[in-house]
């Protein structure tokens, strides 16, 4: 089982429409969790830190469950300019910080 | 807010030839920086954890003799693709960790290698 897991993607939806993501992680002990976002041949870049009171940042808004272990991103109203990778990561502390990635989902908005 | 830059941004080269790529902190100090492989239509895999003053940390199935990495001064990390084969060719991106409990992590804008 990966390590951090993602809905398997690619999201083709109308601008306009509302969307989810989610991405479940198997160890219990981690800690910080955050959606970056990246576009093609570009490096990642933070979209969203995720709590477990969970939070909202004008049209996105991102959920913390540590019971069942997944994190989601939920999109509003997409727009054109919201086609991209969303990848999901998880923070682990022990010795020493372990930082793992998702495999990403691809988002596509058409017109 | 904090920048990472990276250098090169494009490096193309011949079969057996190494690559070096420089990751900076620019207005802040990195005493951890991470290296990340990427591969077309792939997500970010980590390679290594840079620790300034020490020797990196590899991860599993990254050859150490093969990609070089140092850590000479709070601000610059290098990775060194020693004799670099097509297989090599990817897009390298290093990142360093805010500060914080909720650490983020502000990423360099990524070095496509393309070895010929």
């Known amino acids: 089982r990966k390590e951090v897991e993602q809905d398997p993607g690619p999201f083709n939806v109308p601008e306009g429409a509302t969307v989810a993501f989610n991405c479940t992680y198997s160890?219990?002990?981690?800690?910080?969790f955050f959606w970056y976002r990246q576009d093609c041949r570009k490096e990642p870049k933070l979209l969203m830190s995720?709590?477990?009171s969970g939070n909202e940042d004008g049209r996105f808004t991102a959920q913390l469950n540590r019971a069942s272990q997944y994190i989601s991103l939920l999109i509003r109203d997409s727009k054109l300019s919201d086609s991209a990778t969303y990848l999901c990561v998880v923070t682990e502390y022990s010795s020493a910080s372990k930082i793992i990635f998702g495999s990403g989902t691809r988002l596509s908005i058409r017109p | 807010g904090a920048v990472v830059s990276q250098h090169p941004s494009w490096v193309i080269c011949k079969s057996g030839t190494s690559v070096k790529i420089e990751c900076r902190s620019l207005d802040f100090q990195a005493t951890t920086m991470f290296w990340y492989r990427q591969f077309p239509k792939q997500s970010l895999m980590l390679m290594a954890t840079s620790n300034e003053g020490s020797k990196a940390t590899y991860e599993q199935g990254v050859e150490k003799d093969k990609f070089l990495i140092n850590h000479a001064s709070l601000t610059l990390s290098t990775l060194t693709v020693t004799s670099a084969h097509p297989e090599d060719s990817s897009f390298y991106i290093c990142s360093a960790p805010g500060e914080g409990l909720q650490e983020t992590q502000y990423f360099g804008p990524g070095t496509r290698l393309l070895v010929l």
């Open positions: 160890n219990s002990a981690s800690q910080s």
């Open positions: 995720v709590y477990s």
